[in-house]
């Protein structure tokens, strides 16, 4: 079968040999796989990545001189099921699943593996029990926007809302725009964004950002504070030492970037007692100034990933139209043009989502 491989620090296409699924597993046929941010930093910076993995005792980090297939973020379609399986579900049915195999040894992941096969191949295995069934005939490219809507539905879920905060996202890439959407669901307003990319501000307004803000014309943390502002009654009940702060409300921000230097802008910029959600992933190493959070009182909570509920939660949203995953979907490609829309995705301007769809 072909595959778009990372072989030696590059994206090339070539042939692997037909996965065969064992007891519990599922041969599926990948039909759709959003490249995902954190492919593009694996790329630059999997060294890193082998390195952080060492830390966890348990799981196995890639051997970098062999191949791995990336793609975590996919729809798939059954094929064939392995010996002694049930069949719960037919041939044909598309599905989605956490990016993991469930084996002897425990949860292993997909698609930053030497050994389990992520979704740039044109076939690959799944855990049956994993399995989730896609509904009301949602189109394989929007359900695979599944996954990164998840790490959006986990990431306001961690940052336990309490209802008063005032949010800001940094950063309007996929990953930002499921924020929004997870805060527009929950119902937190008004919603604050942050982004370069006049695609992307736009993007964020139909996620449901109330507002949205160029952060080369207005300063981010300016535009927040206006909307933060406090109400006559929200004033009069504070404590007396507190009323010598400014009156704003909670700030609530997620980090969505993942670049290094930008923690530290948030130290210098967020306001005393803000919380900082931090969703992108920074593979570099970073430097900020503790005193300055020290100073504020900042609290920092980082996040990764999803639950299996979330997962299945985020499906739902999508099927069900609570969130318009079409509109994320900027281009879609075979394996051969893989490595170019990496190249493209350089440019946030130019694309938000590019879908691989390995049949093609």
Same mark, same amino acid.
């Given at each position: ?55 966890f005792p348990g799981r196995k ?35 989605? =699943? ?132 406090? =109400? ?96 994320l979907v900027t281009a879609t ?28």
């Amino acid at each position: 079968m072909r595959a778009a491989i990372f072989r030696n620090g590059k994206i090339v296409v070539d042939t692997l040999p037909e996965p065969k699924p064992r007891a519990g597993q599922v041969l599926v046929k990948s039909l759709a796989c959003g490249i995902c941010g954190s492919d593009l930093h694996a790329r630059q910076h999997a060294h890193r990545m082998v390195e952080m993995t060492k830390h966890f005792p348990g799981r196995k980090p890639m051997d970098l001189s062999r191949d791995v297939v990336f793609g975590h973020e996919f729809c798939c379609e059954i094929l064939d099921y392995g010996a002694n399986t049930a069949r719960k579900l037919k041939p044909g049915t598309k599905v989605c =699943s956490l990016p993991a195999l469930l084996t002897p040894e425990g949860p292993q992941g997909i698609g930053y593996s030497n050994d389990n096969i992520g979704a740039y191949a044109e076939r690959m295995l799944l855990s049956v029990p994993l399995l989730l069934e896609v509904p009301n005939g949602l189109k394989a490219e929007h359900a695979a926007l599944t996954e990164p809507l998840a790490v959006g539905v986990h990431a306001v879920a961690r940052a336990n809302i309490g209802g008063n905060e005032v949010p800001l996202v940094i950063g309007c890439g996929p990953v930002g725009l499921a924020v929004i959407a997870a805060l527009r669901i929950k119902g937190v307003h008004p919603i604050v964004a942050s982004d370069y990319s006049p695609a992307r501000r736009a993007l964020a307004e139909r996620m449901g950002a109330d507002i949205v803000v160029d952060p080369a014309r207005t300063e981010a943390f300016a535009a927040w504070a206006e909307r933060a502002a406090m =109400s006559a009654l929200e004033k009069a009940a504070r404590p007396s030492l507190r009323a010598m702060l400014p009156a704003l409300r909670p700030a609530l921000i997620f980090e969505c970037f993942g670049i290094p230097g930008l923690l530290q802008q948030l130290f210098e910029g967020a306001p005393r007692d803000a919380r900082i959600v931090v969703v992108g992933v920074c593979m570099e190493t970073d430097r900020s100034e503790p005193m300055l959070a020290i100073l504020k009182e900042l609290s920092v909570q980082y996040v990764l990933g999803y639950t299996a509920n979330e997962f299945a939660h985020s499906l739902r949203l999508i099927a069900e139209g609570e969130v318009d995953a079409a509109s994320l979907v900027t281009a879609t490609v075979g394996i051969d043009g893989v490595a170019q829309a990496f190249a493209d995705l350089a440019n946030p301007g130019a694309h938000t989502k590019i879908i691989v769809e390995p049949w093609r």
